[in-house]
Each structure stands twice: as structure tokens, then as C-alpha cells.
């Protein structure tokens, strides 16, 4: 068996890693991400593991010929080619589950940021104003939290939105009548959810059919005021829709681990080429505004980055890897 790669890895996640990568295959650790020279540097890797960041498309498949094996370490997996890689024969498996709770806490964490306007305050006390004017909250008790996605991450919500005394809907495409009674939500069509949430979570995987959930149609539903938080995918909400939302006092504020198009931030230097497309220009001036915004909340897709869910990604990936070298195929998508 040829060489294992593990791209977009930091020193301390590599050192956890490699006591666990028990194969006889050599493993490089390449701390940069899955790019067309990293690639082309590690092309004899008939397996690999890449993170969300890494863009796994055509293009890089054909940079790298012995590729036999994908190991996601996430549990989305749209920044992958799957026809690409069926077509090549190519096996992908992701991380199913690591950070039920990770995850549901980060989005209280949004969510108590905006409610109780803590970001506004450490901005305005740096500055040495301790002005009270327009920092007034809202208590989460008796407020109704509407919940899109009951999976593991979002029934996690749900448990910690009942701790918060809080009423809970929820929107999935299939309902669990028995974990309805016991843990005390009620299931509920999306626009009746939009229209009576306080709060609205979003918990859905992204693809075609959820991508734009939240859209310039459905958006002039949701109650007045409400609050939305995306820790899932920034995909899912249509960025003119929420903007637009923002602007008209529809939403009252909005945090947000995820935005559409969030990898053009981190490579601003594509602004350079004349070819740089105009709908991602559009995307990044928009991704912009929003981080201007007083009444947005915006952390940097860190909603799974606890020390505890990572050692749990890379414990899975480890697992993923190694199974696929004794024959086997766990948590397989493609």
C-alpha cells in the first residue's frame, strides 16, 4: 500500500493522530491544505484524509492518479466531487457524529451573545463606554426556539433549549412521534415554525434540496424580531434574503458559524486574477457587510472546534483509515 496523507492538520492534532494510524503504510503530515501543488506533492497517496476547507474536485483528482481512499474528518461532505470520485472508483467516508453537544452549545453561545447583546457591550466597554443605552436582553424563558433538523446535533438543542424554560418547534422531514412526547417539542411545518420562533437553529446537512431553505420567499414569514443562527452550513440560508431580512427590522439579529462563500475570506488574493467570477465578488462584498453589522454575530466556523470533539474527529478518521487498509469500509458515503 502507498503513502497516507493527512492534509490541513495542526502539530498537536498530528502528534494525537499518529499513535492511532497503527498501518504499515507511510504517513506524511502536510499542514497546509488539499490545494492543486499539495497535491501534485503527494500524488503517489493512494489515501488521504481532508477537512471542509479542502476542495476536493476534478481538478485535484486528476493531480492525484493512485487515489484510492477519502477520509473526510467532518461529517458534511459537500466540499467533495462524490461523482468525481465514483467515477474514479474512489471510496470517501466521513466522521457521522463527534460533536452533538460541541456544537448545540456553540449555538447557545450565539445565541446568548445576541439575546443579552454581550458582543455589542465588549466592544463598546474596550472602548471605555460602560453607556447602558440600547444594551437591554431578553430572558430565553417562555421564548419558543424553532429547531430545523432534529438529527444528533439537533436534538441536543432541544435538550438545552428545555433547561432554558424554553417552548421548542421542530421542522424535520421525518418525525419521531415517540421523541416528541418524551422530550417535549412539537414537530411543525417550516413556515409555521418561521412564523412563531423566537428563535430560529438550523441543523440540516447541506445538498440541493436545502440549499436556500431560508430564502427570499419564505423569509417575509418569520415573526418579527426573531433571531436566526446557522452553526451547519452558510449555504443554507440565501445571503440577499438574510441581508434583506436585516435591513427591514424582519430579523432583529443574526449569529452565524457559517456563510456562503465564508472560503472566500481566506483567500482574498484570487481578487488579484482578472478571472476572479463576479458572483463570488458579489458573495465576498456581501459576507462583508454582514461582518459590519452590529446586530450580526459571526465566529469563524470554530462551532465543532472544542479539544474534545477534535480528538473524537481524528479518533474516527484513524479508525476510517485503518479499517479501509484491513479491506473493510466503515462510515462510508461514496
Known amino acids: ?19 492511532l494510524l ?14 492543486p501543488d499539495t497535491a501534485s506533492k503527494f500524488k503517489e497517496s493512494e489515501i488521504i484524509s481532508v477537512f471542509v476547507h479542502d476542495r476536493v474536485s476534478p481538478e485535484i483528482l486528476r493531480l492525484m492518479p493512485a487515489l484510492k481512499f477519502i ?34 452549545e456553540h449555538t447557545f453561545a450565539l445565541i ?7 458582543h455589542k457591550a465588549y466592544v463598546r466597554t474596550a472602548k471605555g463606554d460602560f453607556n447602558l443605552e440600547g444594551l437591554m436582553g431578553f430572558d430565553l424563558k417562555g421564548k419558543t426556539i424553532g429547531v430545523i433538523g432534529a438529527g444528533h446535533i439537533g436534538l441536543h438543542v432541544v435538550r438545552m433549549a428545555k433547561g432554558f424554560g424554553m417552548n421548542v418547534l421542530v421542522f424535520d422531514t421525518k418525525r419521531d412521534s415517540f421523541l416528541e412526547e418524551i422530550m417535549a ?34 423569509i417575509k414569514t418569520i415573526k418579527k424580531g426573531a433571531l436566526i443562527i446557522n452553526t451547519a452550513r452558510g449555504g443554507l440560508i440565501e445571503p440577499d434574503a438574510l441581508v434583506r431580512a436585516l435591513d427591514d427590522g424582519i430579523l432583529g ?8 462563500g465564508e472560503d472566500l475570506i481566506k483567500e482574498e488574493r ?8 463576479a458572483d463570488k465578488m458579489k458573495a465576498l462584498i456581501r459576507n462583508h457587510i454582514l461582518m459590519k453589522r452590529d446586530d450580526v454575530v459571526i465566529t469563524p466556523h470554530i462551532a465543532f ?25 466503515r462510515n462510508l458515503i461514496s
Not at 497503527?22 to 490545494?35: D, M
Request: hydrophobic letters at 40%; a negative charge.
Open 305 to 329: 472546534n472544542s479539544k474534545e470533539a477534535v480528538q473524537r474527529i481524528l479518533e474516527t478518521t484513524a479508525d476510517n483509515i485503518i479499517a479501509f487498509q484491513e479491506g473493510k469500509l
Open 112 to 118: 446568548l451573545s445576541l439575546s443579552r447583546n454581550i
Open 270 to 277: 484570487e481578487l488579484l486574477s482578472k478571472d476572479f467570477p
Open 1 to 19: 500500500m502507498k503513502a497516507v496523507t493527512i492534509f490541513g492538520i495542526e502539530d498537536w492534532e498530528k502528534d494525537y493522530l499518529s499513535p
Open 71 to 104: 477520509a473526510t474528518r467532518s461529517t458534511g461532505f459537500d466540499h467533495i466531487d462524490l461523482t468525481a470520485c465514483r467515477d474514479r472508483g474512489i471510496k470517501v467516508s466521513n466522521v457521522p457524529s463527534y460533536g452533538e453537544a460541541t456544537v448545540a
Open 22 to 35: 497503527r498501518i504499515p503504510s507511510e504517513v506524511f503530515f502536510c499542514r497546509n491544505g488539499l490545494k
Open 185 to 218: 417539542f412539537k414537530y411543525a411545518p417550516l413556515d409555521e415554525l418561521l412564523a412563531n420562533s423566537d428563535i430560529i437553529t438550523l441543523h440540516v446537512p447541506y445538498n440541493e434540496k436545502t440549499r436556500h431553505l431560508i430564502n427570499m420567499d419564505n
Open 253 to 260: 439579529g443574526a449569529g452565524l458559524d457559517v456563510l456562503e
